[in-house]
C-alpha cells in the first residue's frame, strides 16, 4: 500500500457553484502541503446530470442510452477542468483528465456500465511530477472508444477503482452531510452519525436508497478491502468509516432506516398458472438488462394469478414495451403500473441473531395506519413498499420504533 496516496471524491453538492470549487481546491491543496500524492474524483457541478437528463427527455421519452452517455458525461468534464483552474490559483500544480484520457475502460453497457480496467499509467506518471492529477468521475470508455457512464452516484465507483488500482492507502468520499446517518438527515432531524459501518451494511443501505454512497462501489470496496472514509467537505470532522464487520457491530439490532422512491411496480394480470411462465417473464426481463427488485405472485384458484415485480422507475418505459409483447405470447390477461410506491427498509447484521425485527416493523406501521403492499427480507434487512406519500412518514416512525441504531 502507498502510504503517501489519497483518492478523494467530492460529490457534486460539494461542487454546487465556484465558491464550493474553490473550497475544495483549498482543502486539496492542504492535504498536498502535508506531503501527500493526490488523486482527486470529481462530479458534476450540482444538480447538472439531472438536468442534462431533464433536457433529453424534452427531445424524447426513449432516448438513446448511447446518446444519453454522450450527454451525460459532459457534466463531469466541466467540474475537473474548473477543479484544477482553481487549484492553480493557489498557486499548485494540477492536471485534469476525462475517464477515457485516463483509460478507465468499461464494458459496453450504456448508462450503467462496469469497470473492467484502469490504465494507471498516465495517473502515475503525473504524480511523480508532483501534480494533483484530477479525473472525471462517473465515465469511462469501452473497448471501441464510446463514452459510458457508470450509473447514478458513479464518481464514487472511479473513486474507489482508483483507491484500488493505485494501492491508496484511505479512500475519502466528501459530500454534503458529516458521514452516514441512521436515516437520511433530510428526513430525520434527529438521526445519528455512526462512526462505522460494515461494508455489508453499507451495502444494504446504499443499495436500499442511502444515496450517499454508490451501492455498486461499496461492492468493489468491499471485494478488494479498500477502507472508505465517507466525511464532510465542509467541516473537519471525522465522518464514517466503512470497514470490515468488527465484533460490536452485532450489538447493534438495527443501524439504519432506509427510504426509496425510486421504484414502480408492474403487474401482469391474469397469468396462466403453469410452469415456465415466470422464466418466459423474467428471463425477457434479464435479456434486456432491466434489474428487478421485488416480485409477487398471488395465489392461483381460478386456473390464472396476477404476477408483480419492482424496476427501477427509469426501467418502466422500457419495461411495459417489453411486457405488452410478453403478456401477448403467454397469454396474460394484460398489464399495468403503479408509480405511486416507495420502499421503506430496515438494515442491520444484528439481525441474524435477533428475532422479532419484523413485528416490530410492522406494527410500527400499522400504528400510523400505513398499509404495506409487498415485503422482502434478507439476513439483514426487511423491506415493504408502501403508498408514495406514506414514505417520509414510515421512515420516521420506524426510526423512533428501533431507537436510531440504539441497543433495544
Ligand atoms: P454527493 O453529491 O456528494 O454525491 P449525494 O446527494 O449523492 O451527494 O449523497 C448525499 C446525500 O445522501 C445527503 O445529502 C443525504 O441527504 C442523503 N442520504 C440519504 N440517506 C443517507 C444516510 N443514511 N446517511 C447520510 N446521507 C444520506
Ligand atoms: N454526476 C453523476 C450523477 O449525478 C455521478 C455522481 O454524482 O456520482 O449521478
Ligand atoms: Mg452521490
Do not use: W
Request: net charge positive; glycine share 8%; charged share 25%.
Amino acid at each position: 500500500m502507498d502510504d503517501r496516496l489519497i483518492v478523494q471524491k467530492y460529490g457534486g453538492t460539494s461542487v454546487g457553484n465556484t465558491g464550493k470549487i474553490m473550497n475544495v481546491a483549498k482543502r486539496v491543496v492542504s492535504y498536498r502541503n502535508k506531503g501527500y500524492d493526490i488523486v482527486v474524483v470529481v462530479s458534476a457541478l450540482g444538480d447538472t446530470t439531472d438536468e442534462l437528463l431533464a433536457l433529453a427527455s424534452k427531445i424524447t421519452k426513449t432516448p438513446s442510452e448511447r446518446e444519453i452517455d454522450m450527454l451525460i458525461s459532459t457534466g463531469e468534464q466541466v467540474s475537473v477542468a474548473l477543479l484544477a483552474m482553481a487549484v492553480h490559483k493557489l498557486g499548485k500544480e494540477a492536471i485534469s483528465f476525462t475517464g477515457s484520457q485516463v483509460g478507465i475502460i468499461t464494458d459496453s453497457s450504456h448508462t450503467k456500465a462496469r469497470i473492467i480496467d484502469v490504465n494507471t499509467k498516465k495517473i502515475q506518471e503525473e504524480l511523480a511530477k508532483g501534480k494533483v492529477v484530477i479525473v472525471a468521475g462517473f465515465q469511462g470508455t469501452n473497448m471501441d472508444r464510446e463514452i459510458t457512464t457508470l450509473g447514478r452516484g458513479g464518481s464514487d465507483m472511479t473513486a474507489v477503482a482508483l483507491a484500488k488500482v493505485l494501492n491508496a492507502s484511505l479512500c475519502e468520499i466528501y459530500t454534503d452531510v458529516e458521514g452516514v446517518y441512521t436515516a437520511d438527515p433530510r428526513i430525520v432531524k434527529d438521526a445519528k452519525k455512526l462512526d462505522r459501518i460494515s461494508y455489508e451494511e453499507m451495502l444494504e443501505l446504499a443499495s436500499l436508497g442511502a444515496q450517499v454512497l454508490q451501492a455498486r462501489s461499496v461492492e468493489v470496496a468491499s471485494k478488494f478491502n479498500i477502507p472508505i472514509h465517507v466525511r464532510s467537505s465542509f467541516s473537519e470532522k471525522e465522518g464514517t468509516f466503512i470497514t470490515k464487520e468488527v465484533k460490536a457491530m452485532e450489538d447493534v439490532l438495527v443501524s439504519g432506516i432506509t427510504l426509496n422512491k425510486d421504484e414502480a411496480k408492474v403487474t401482469v394480470r391474469d397469468v396462466p398458472d403453469k410452469p415456465g411462465i415466470a422464466a418466459h417473464i423474467f428471463g425477457a426481463i434479464a435479456a434486456n438488462d432491466i434489474n428487478i427488485d421485488m416480485i409477487i405472485q398471488n395465489v392461483s384458484r381460478t386456473g390464472c394469478t396476477d404476477v408483480s415485480f419492482t424496476v427501477m422507475a427509469g426501467d418502466l418505459p422500457k419495461t411495459m414495451k417489453l411486457m405488452k409483447k410478453v403478456s401477448e405470447e403467454i397469454g396474460a390477461g394484460g398489464i399495468i403500473f403503479d408509480k405511486d410506491i416507495a420502499k421503506v427498509s430496515v438494515v442491520g447484521i444484528g439481525m441474524r441473531s435477533h428475532s422479532g425485527v419484523a413485528s416490530t416493523m410492522f406494527s410500527a406501521l400499522a400504528s400510523k395506519k400505513i398499509n404495506i403492499s409487498m415485503i422482502s427480507t434478507s439476513e439483514i434487512k426487511i423491506s415493504c413498499i408502501v403508498r408514495r406519500n406514506k414514505g417520509e412518514e414510515a421512515v420516521r416512525v420506524l426510526h423512533k420504533e428501533f431507537n436510531f441504531g440504539g441497543k433495544k
